[in-house]
């Protein structure tokens, strides 16, 4: 058993190594590449409305707010600055999103943003992101790579296509630091003991995003009290929660098998499904010695089984908003057949690790 368990690690690293590694160098290329065509198009935003302005910048050799959803696609979130006046309300009644209201006794001429509140009081995410979408529409025109950008037509969502080759969505968001969504409360879960009370203080502390763009828990019904309201995202929080042992290689060999054989028609699954799955196979394995190089195959197998049960139900529950299904939306046959494609792959490198130089 041991064995067979040291021959699965030795051939994940191998594979880790080899795959994982050039798919990081290929992606780091796309997105330097990415990012200087999306810079210079937001200078040219910030040209037009100074009140947008680019928050993209290189840290660490990472880029501050970009996401990779696939090796071709992309999401940029611009910060918004002055939040000050509103208060932030979740009630539950919107899943996976939140409002901005002007707080009791401020006027409306105090916000930088006054011309996007609603009459009732809310800063409205789909007006601000429409006015974003016209101004970036005239940047692509003038800016200096105008010959390899398009704008993509047919949604509300600002979105690009770089070369024909990338798709990059810029979405304007603020920042929340040092609160913490009344909608997570229950995190962490008082009878799990990862990730323990310091890395709790931590995840907190970074807080979350609100950003202006479809919320998918509301599709085909969304009203205006709807449209207004901001999603809530924890990227940075996630990126936190993973941090120590084989969780982050884990990760890595998920996403380079999720982009060789799991890019399926619909669209099925992408990264995010992948990091939601290692965060639960966390709370299922809490000691750190359950996350030791050597425990990478166990983790792994893990993984795929419980990702194989969540395509098999049709639901995915986001990890800190779990009454959000991440599978909201997606086509049931390609749910089906993403779920008979990892069921071979995982088959295939339980019983043949070696396979794993072909995958």
């Not at 290689?249 to 799955?277: I, Q």
Request: glycine fraction near 4%; hydrophobic fraction near 35%; include cysteine.
């Amino acid at each position: 058993m041991i064995a067979a368990q040291a021959k699965l690690v030795y051939h994940l690293n191998k594979y880790y190594n080899e795959k994982c590694q050039s798919r990081k160098a290929a992606i780091s290329k796309s997105i330097r590449e990415v990012c200087k065509v999306v810079s210079d198009v937001l200078k040219e935003v910030e040209v037009q409305e100074p009140r947008f302005i680019s928050s993209l910048s290189e840290m660490d050799n990472r880029f501050e707010g970009l996401e990779v959803i696939s090796p071709n696609e992309f999401e940029v979130v611009l910060y918004l600055n002055q939040m000050g006046v509103f208060n932030f309300v979740d009630d539950g009644s919107l899943p996976g999103c939140a409002v901005l209201k002007l707080s009791d006794g401020r006027k409306r001429s105090m916000s930088l943003w006054v011309e996007f509140i609603t009459a009732s009081g809310y800063l409205s995410a789909r007006k601000i992101r429409s006015r974003f979408q016209t101004l970036v529409a005239q940047a692509v025109d003038k800016c200096s790579y105008r010959d390899v950008i398009k704008m993509i037509a047919d949604t509300s969502e600002v979105k690009l296509r770089i070369r024909d080759r990338y798709v990059v969505q810029i979405t304007p968001a603020f920042k929340c630091t040092g609160i913490w969504p009344r909608s997570a409360a229950h995190w962490p879960l008082p009878h799990i003991p990862w990730p323990g009370p310091n890395r709790v203080a931590e995840v907190k502390a970074e807080g979350f995003n609100l950003l202006s763009k479809e919320c998918y828990s509301l599709n085909g019904k969304q009203s205006s009290a709807e449209s207004d309201a901001w999603v809530l995202q924890f990227g940075e929080a996630e990126n936190r929660l993973i941090l120590g042992g084989c969780r982050k290689k884990c990760l890595s060999v998920l996403k380079t098998l999720r982009d060789r054989h799991l890019e399926l028609p619909g669209t099925p699954l992408n990264n995010y499904h992948m990091k939601t799955l290692v965060s639960y196979e966390c709370e299922k394995h809490p000691r750190e010695s359950d996350w030791d190089e050597n425990c990478l195959g166990d983790r792994l197998n893990g993984i795929l089984l419980q990702l194989i049960s969540c395509l098999q139900c049709r639901r995915c529950p986001h990890y800190f908003l779990p009454s959000l299904d991440l599978f909201q939306g997606k086509p049931h046959s390609s749910l089906e057949n993403a779920a008979k494609q990892t069921w071979r792959l995982a088959r295939e490198i339980l019983t043949n690790p070696k396979s794993l130089e072909k995958l």
